[in-house]
């Protein structure tokens, strides 16, 4: 069946640190993958995402690369920030796309 | 526009009532669901409809009803409301594997 592990949080990092959020994926067929984000009090917006192995999704400094040798969708940035504090959620779509499955979530609160 | 719009935002109802949370999306999209977030921020699939069929009824309680008049359209009724039904309860709707669009969340509190 279809699954996505990530990292547990809650993961703190001070301002300008890099950040990894570890995801991993079990699927049949050929999935796409996503990052979600949900800041405080909101619903969960795409981050990015990608739909064939090799592809990179990059968006507002974010990236991670479709590892199918791996099974991994690593969420990474460079220099993180106060505003990115959320929570990231790892997600995949079945080929047919009617149904995604999500990681539990990994809160992350930045401090400056 | 809002691209998906539920209501109400907030909920705060006594053990036994009857509640309605509606959903409406406006980006023509074939599928919608509802999704359960608890405490802890975990997302559990309840209910997905593509073009007003039901294709994915998760195991919850049929306290729980979802009603699709239109593919534009899926609301979910609860009934005789339990404190565990306490949640962040999100719309969303999506089209093949586009990737979701979600409701800004109704957080529903049972007293």
């Known amino acids: 069946g279809n699954s996505v592990t990530q990292m547990e949080g809650p993961v703190t990092l001070s301002e300008e640190a890099f950040l990894t959020i570890n995801c991993t994926y079990t699927?049949?067929?050929?999935?796409?993958l996503f990052w979600y984000v949900q800041y405080p009090g909101e619903g969960l917006q795409l981050l990015l995402k990608?739909?064939?192995?090799?592809d990179k999704g990059s968006n507002k400094g974010f990236e991670a690369t479709y590892r199918k040798e791996t099974t991994s969708f690593h969420l990474e940035k460079g220099s993180v920030q106060v505003s990115d504090s959320a929570v990231y959620f790892c997600?995949?779509?079945?080929?047919?796309?009617?149904?995604?499955?999500f990681g539990t979530g990994t809160s992350l609160t930045v401090i400056p | 526009d809002t691209a998906v719009s539920q209501t109400p935002k907030y909920l705060v109802t006594q053990m036994g009532n009857d509640k309605s949370i509606k959903c409406e999306q406006n980006?023509?999209?074939?599928?919608m669901y509802w999704y359960k977030q608890d405490s802890k921020k975990f997302l559990k699939i309840m209910f997905s409809?593509?073009?007003?069929?039901?294709?994915i009824n998760e195991t919850v309680p049929n306290r729980f009803s979802p009603k699709s008049p239109d593919k534009a359209h899926l609301n979910l009724h609860i009934n005789s409301l339990e404190l565990g039904d306490s949640a962040v309860y999100f719309c969303?709707?999506?089209?093949?594997?586009?990737?979701?669009?979600f409701g800004s969340g109704t957080r529903l509190t049972v007293v």
């Open positions: 969303a709707s999506s089209q093949f594997q586009l990737g979701y669009t």
């Open positions: 699927a049949t067929g050929y999935p796409s």
């Open positions: 990608a739909t064939k192995a090799d």
């Open positions: 997600a995949l779509s079945d080929r047919a796309g009617n149904q995604f499955y």
């Open positions: 980006l023509g999209h074939d599928t």
């Open positions: 409809y593509n073009n007003k069929e039901l294709i």
